[in-house]
T-cell receptor, first 113, second 110 residues
């Protein structure tokens, strides 16, 4: 089954404790992206990667890092999480950067206390 | 900075009552405009891509149209299963990032 998986689905952590949210797709997609979704603000893009060699900032990259060492994986790293990073996070992938039939993962709900 | 504004924020319809959702945008060039549907607790699901003014796309009871400044998602004779949040997104001509609007939550009552 073609899908984007994220882990964990739910995470409660404390301020400053480094964490990683994994994202993996099995569709051989080139383009992968991370979003956060907050009430009233909609989906905001954090980082995107057009392929394993190119990663770029979205609209809200501050406080986040990403890594694209393999085509299928695109982990999101929070080096020192803060309460304002409490949000619902989605990973997505599409065949190329110009093909916007993006497939979204199920989401990761993160709470930072 | 790219801006995407969706209206209304919420829309309550009776089954069979057709209506339209609006997505107005400001972007430096337009590579594409996209519509997604999101059900509660799930990730967005792709509906349409529109590339140029005058273009239209249809899928079941949904029809998306595009002008130079806005896009409309028309819902014809909606059913309760059309209840969802509909998201609009744009990609500028000189970049590959994607900017989403806040969405319109549609509730269709039987």
């Amino acid at each position: 089954e073609a899908q984007v998986t994220q882990n964990p689905r739910y995470l409660i952590t404390v301020t400053g404790k480094k964490l990683t949210v994994t994202c993996s797709q099995n569709m051989n997609h080139e383009y992968m992206s991370w979003y956060r979704q907050d009430p009233g603000l909609g989906l905001r893009q954090i980082y995107y990667s057009m392929n394993v060699e190119v990663t770029d900032k979205g609209d809200v990259p501050e406080g986040y890092k990403v890594s694209r060492k393999e085509k299928r994986n695109f982990p999101l790293i929070l080096e020192s999480p803060s309460p304002n990073q409490t949000s619902l996070y989605f990973c997505a992938s599409s065949l190329t950067e110009s093909n916007y039939e993006q497939y979204f993962g199920p989401g990761t709900r993160l709470t930072v206390t | 900075e790219d801006q995407v504004t969706q209206s209304p924020e919420a829309l309550r319809l009776q089954e069979g009552e057709s209506s339209s959702l609006n997505c107005s945008y400001t972007v430096s060039g337009l590579r594409g405009l996209f519509w997604y549907r999101q059900d509660p607790g799930k990730g967005p699901e792709f509906l349409f891509t529109l590339y140029s003014a005058g273009e239209e796309k249809e899928k079941e009871r949904l029809k998306a149209t595009l002008t130079k400044k806005e896009s409309f998602l028309h819902i014809t004779a909606p059913k309760p299963e059309d209840s969802a949040t509909y998201l609009c997104a744009v990609q500028p001509g000189d970049d590959y990032k994607l900017s989403f609007g806040a969405g319109t939550t549609v509730t269709v009552r039987a």
